[in-house]
């Protein structure tokens, strides 16, 4: 969060920079009203963190006062799980280095001094969009003092990280892979090494005064490279206006359609870039086949097998993933009475999800 100060000189910038462009004999007047567009949003959202800021500092002071003045009073400072940015400490929980499905990206990008703060309403990606378009920000300032972090360009307009992680959480919500348990890691370069283990320590019963041999865990590691899923849309400016519901029609359809392409690539990504490789085209991975072209189940054999297979490695499976065919299949399964086939109890204790990204 800028400081006044900050904000005063951010201004004065904008403005020197305006009074160049009307002066730039070199441009087109389409060009400088284009320029000039970008300015004046700019200055609208530097205009709206100054209010943002001078509320939050006046409530600051206000419950330090409470405190005796001194920071380090309340509780003795900040903790864990708080975070102390430049306008001073909130309750915030910090997610670890790997986000659980339960987390999200807005409350990890909170941790870094982005996004929602205290004081301030969430977020809305819906109300941004509407906002961007129609030049109405009302009822969205905080979503126009996220706009100080992008510049719109030709062709399109990037939306600002706050914002984005907005939609990455509803994608989350919604892709079979993470409601499966995936992890989701933050990544702020470009690759990311992390370790896998792949060897146990070897252990040996122990005589009195004997020597004690060691062993090596061993492992090694797994390269992690950042990706980019852009949706570039065009919406008319009449539906914004007369749709009031499109903002957030919208925004759930970017991430339903996120949430699709992340299952795909996760579950069977070719690997070949730009495109992540899934689980299905990585080596060491068990397959337990079911024909060319996949057939028909007859029964949970096919299942319980790889279930078998994540325990010998010394895994406990806890979601299963097929096509909508295999769960039709499934559930019309009958024993000899024509009785309802009774589920196995290690396959009735999975997360049974369904997804068309997944082949018969």
């Known amino acids: 969060m800028k400081t006044p100060p900050q904000i005063a000189a951010e201004m004065g910038r904008l403005a020197d920079q305006a009074s160049a462009t009307n002066a730039d004999p070199n441009k ?3 060009s400088k009203q284009r320029e000039l567009k970008d300015i004046r949003t700019k200055v609208m959202a530097l205009d709206a963190e100054f209010n943002v800021t001078r509320n939050f500092e006046t409530k600051r002071r206000s419950l330090l006062d409470s405190f005796g003045g001194d920071p380090g009073s309340i509780g003795g400072g900040p903790g864990p799980g708080v975070w102390d940015g430049p306008a001073g400490p909130y309750a915030e929980p910090v997610p670890a280095d790997r986000l659980t499905p339960s987390q999200s990206v807005s409350g990890w990008l ?4 982005l996004g929602h703060r205290p004081g301030e309403p969430p977020l809305n990606f819906g109300r941004w969009f509407k906002g961007f378009a129609t030049g109405d920000w009302t009822g969205a300032e905080v979503e126009l ?3 100080a972090e992008g510049t719109p360009s030709a062709g399109g307009v990037l939306v600002p990280t706050p914002l984005a992680s907005y939609v990455l959480d509803l994608a989350r919500n919604q892709a079979r892979v993470f409601q499966a348990g995936a992890v989701t890691v933050p990544m702020t370069s470009q690759t990311l090494k992390i370790a896998r283990q792949t060897g146990d320590p070897a252990l040996a019963w122990h005589s009195e005064a004997a020597t004690i041999n060691p062993s090596s865990l061993t492992f090694d590691a797994v390269t992690l ?6 949706c570039l849309i065009k919406v008319s400016l009449e539906l914004l206006e007369d749709a009031p519901n499109a903002d957030s029609v919208i925004s759930n359809a970017i991430a339903m359609a996120m949430a699709l392409e992340l299952d795909r690539v996760a579950l069977r990504g070719s690997g070949i870039d730009p495109e992540p490789k899934g689980i299905r085209n990585t080596s060491g991975v068990t397959v337990q086949s079911m024909g060319a072209n996949g057939a028909a189940p007859t029964n949970y054999d096919p299942f319980l097998t790889a279930i078998e297979a994540v325990r ?3 895994w406990e499976p806890n979601a299963a993933i097929y096509s909508p065919r295999t769960s ?7 024993d000899v009475q024509l009785n309802p ?3 196995p109890d290690d396959f009735a204790a999975l997360d049974r999800l369904v997804t068309n990204q ?3």
Do not use: D
């Open 358 to 360: 997944v082949p018969n």
């Open 28 to 30: 087109s007047p389409q």
């Open 225 to 230: 490279k950042a990706q980019t899923l852009p």
């Open 312 to 314: 010998t490695a010394n």
């Open 341 to 343: 086939m009774r589920l």
């Open 110 to 113: 909170a941790t870094k001094g």
């Open 145 to 147: 003092k996220a706009m």
């Open 328 to 334: 039709g299949e499934l559930s019309r399964l009958k």
